[in-house]
């Protein structure tokens, strides 16, 4: 199959959305999702970025993304974060997840990133052997620790 990955614009991004809602379905979690296209283009192509995307194309269509963005490890220096790879399901098999790592790693590296990191829900077990096929460690013995939007407002509401 013959696809294309490249820099996301802001003219991808209702495809984008498409994929994260459809991966919040995959998940089991389909309502979700909050963003919306016009926050994903504010965000990720306004004054100040906060990620970037890259994209597979089949055909002219956007069949897969990969969402990443800076962050800063006190052990490490400065890292990369892969918040979402996606590919269309319909597309999987065929190599695009695998390249959008690719072009994420070598992103990554670009930046002179110490390390990648990103989460993969326990089940999915087609994503975690691509993953260690690539030479990614999973790392089972650490748990994601989250505050959502009402439990950040709960937190600062019992700070007095």
Known sequence: MDFTIRNATK??????LELIV???????EPDAVEVTTESLIADGFG?????KCFVAEVNDKVVGAAV???????WKGKILHLEDLIVN???RGHGIGSALLDE????????GAKRI?????????GAIKLYERKGAKVLRDWNVVHLDENAIKNYI???S
């Open 47 to 51: 004054n100040q970025p906060v990620f």
């Open 157 to 159: 509401a019992n700070l």
């Open 22 to 28: 459809e991966l919040a379905v995959f998940e089991e």
């Open 11 to 16: 003219h991808d991004m209702p495809a984008v």
């Open 68 to 74: 990443v963005y800076n962050r800063f490890s006190t």
């Open 89 to 91: 399901q319909s597309m």
């Open 104 to 111: 994420v790693v070598k992103y990554g590296h670009s930046l």
């Open 117 to 125: 990191n990103w989460e993969v829900i326990s089940w999915n077990e």
